[in-house]
């Protein structure tokens, strides 16, 4: 079983910054890729960016070049660095494992203009 929690969200204007982290607890040996995704009010959940066990990262195109995936493997923990924040991003943020699949409660990001 593993315990996702994230944290990190909160309220900025358009522009601005905020650092997502999704610590991961309990057996984490089923864990190999990571990744986050959002959901906006009356949409559906979608793909923001993964990280592998390789280091390798991939980004949806609407936030390529502004968002930035990382991981702390000593301490499990993974993060999401969002840059030039758009009123667009806001939504519930939530980060995923694979191939065991588990799901964080999420943060809420919310992005005036």
């Known amino acids: 079983q593993v315990l996702l929690v994230e944290s990190g969200g909160g309220s900025v204007q358009a522009g601005g910054s905020l650092r997502l982290s999704c610590a991961a607890y309990g057996s984490t040996y089923c864990i190999y890729h990571m990744s986050w995704y959002r959901q906006a009010p009356g949409k559906e959940r979608e793909f923001v960016s993964a990280i592998n066990e390789f280091g390798i990262t991939t980004y949806a195109n609407s936030v390529k070049g502004r968002f930035t995936i990382s991981q702390d493997k000593a301490k499990n923990t993974l993060y999401l660095q969002m840059n030039s924040l758009k009123p667009e991003d806001t939504a519930m943020y939530y980060c995923?494992?694979?191939?065991?699949?588990?799901w964080g409660q999420g943060t809420q990001v919310t992005v005036s203009s």
């Open positions: 995923k494992t694979t191939p065991c699949e588990y």
